[in-house]
């Protein structure tokens, strides 16, 4: 347990590294070892769960065109070329899923917006509904899967950490990306906010040193209790 903890705080250290511009290790392109979550993983991605199960219906009857303050950064090798707030409104038509819609001329990098049933969450939501022991793999296609970690707790954030894997030509899984989501969680104190995406990144290695330091981040700046 305690090795784990360290791991993921490694983990979540360097992606604030990451976007600090700071120096950062280079990364495997192969899949690591399929291994069973800690306990405090499992409880993380039940409660995580639970709050974008929340989400889902809060933001469909509350917050349908209500519009949303974010924050949008990008690094070209580690290097700030983009960061600029964004007011961006929530769309939340009936029968279809929700997004997030930026202003005319403007582009976001992330417009799903991730519950228990829609986005790439989905598919760690429904292994936590099955009620069995999660594994950090998870098959999403016939050639791509990801493996997941979960750091961070309630009370300021839980993080969910994603890579992406797709297959080559020879069957081998090859790292495509890195996806790094912070989320407002705090299942005692439920808010209209609960489950918001705090803060997403995505991360690809930069061709020059195959260092994780080509990023795109889209921040919350709403007041979150």
Not at 50 to 76: G, M, V
Not at 205 to 218: A, E, I
Request: overall charge neutral; proline content about 3%; glycine content about 6%.
């Amino acid at each position: 347990m305690i090795k784990m903890i360290a791991i993921l705080f490694l983990i979540c250290a360097c992606k604030v590294n990451i976007l600090k511009n700071e120096e950062q290790v280079q990364v495997s392109d192969q899949m690591r070892e399929i291994t069973t979550l800690s306990g405090t993983e499992q409880v993380l991605a039940k409660n995580l769960c639970e709050a974008l199960d929340q989400k889902r219906s809060l933001f469909r009857t509350l917050h349908d065109s209500k519009t949303l303050d974010f924050q949008l950064e990008q690094y070209d090798c580690g290097t700030k070329i983009v960061d600029t707030p964004l007011a961006i409104t929530l769309r939340a038509p009936a029968g279809q899923a929700m997004a997030y819609e930026a202003p005319a001329g403007n582009q976001l990098y992330f417009s799903d917006v991730l519950t228990n049933k829609d986005g790439v969450t989905h598919f760690v939501c429904d292994k936590v509904a099955t009620g069995k022991t999660l594994q950090n793999t998870i098959t999403i296609s016939d050639v791509e899967k990801i493996q997941i970690r979960l750091g961070g707790q309630p009370s300021s954030g839980i993080i969910l950490e994603i890579w992406d894997y797709i297959a080559n030509a020879s069957g081998e899984y090859i790292l495509k990306d890195v996806q790094s989501i912070k989320f407002h969680v705090k299942p005692s104190t439920q808010s209209d906010f609960t489950g918001l995406e705090m803060d997403r990144s995505v991360s690809k290695k930069c061709p020059k040193d195959g260092k994780l330091t080509n990023t795109s981040r889209q921040k919350s700046l709403e007041s979150l209790p």
